[in-house]
C-alpha cells in the first residue's frame, strides 16, 4: 500500500523558517516525480514547488520563489521542502504528491498520490 506522511509543519513567526518532510512507502519512488502542493481554506489547492525523479530539475511557483528550497533522497524515498523567510500568507495545510513519471508538472491532477497533509502557521 503506498503512503505519503508528510511532517515538519507547526507555528513560526514571521521571517522564520521550517523543513517540511515526506516519508513514501509501499514501493521504490526514485522514477517518480515529486510535488508539493498547498491549500488556504476557501480556496484551491495550489502547486508550491516539485522535483524531477533525477532530483536536479527543479519548479518553483512565484509566490514563494527564492525563499524554498526541494530535494529529494532516493536511496530514503523522503522529499524535503525548506522554506525561508515565511510570510503569515504562506499559513496552510502543505501535501506532498508524487507523479508516475520523471517530469515535474504543476497540474494536481497529474499527481498519482497525496499525503494528508501537514498544517503550517506564520504568525505575524
Known amino acids: 500500500q503506498v503512503q505519503l506522511v508528510e511532517s515538519g509543519g507547526g507555528l513560526v513567526q514571521a521571517g522564520g523558517s521550517l523543513r517540511l518532510s515526506c516519508a513514501a512507502s509501499?514501493?521504490?519512488?526514485?522514477?517518480?516525480?515529486m510535488g508539493w502542493f498547498r491549500r488556504v481554506p476557501g480556496k484551491e489547492r495550489e502547486f508550491i514547488a516539485g522535483?524531477?525523479?533525477?532530483?536536479?530539475?527543479?519548479v518553483q511557483a512565484d509566490s514563494v520563489k527564492g525563499r524554498v528550497t526541494i530535494s529529494k533522497d532516493n536511496a530514503k524515498d523522503m522529499w524535503y521542502l525548506e522554506m525561508n523567510n515565511l510570510k503569515p500568507e504562506d499559513t496552510a495545510i502543505y501535501y506532498c504528491?508524487?507523479?508516475?513519471?520523471?517530469?515535474?508538472?504543476?497540474?494536481?491532477?497529474?499527481?498519482?498520490?497525496w499525503g494528508q497533509g501537514t498544517q503550517v502557521t506564520v504568525s505575524s
Open positions: 522535483i524531477s525523479s533525477w532530483g536536479s530539475g527543479t
Open positions: 509501499g514501493r521504490t519512488f526514485s522514477t517518480y516525480a
Open positions: 504528491a508524487a507523479r508516475r513519471a520523471a517530469i515535474v508538472v504543476r497540474a494536481i491532477t497529474a499527481y498519482d498520490y
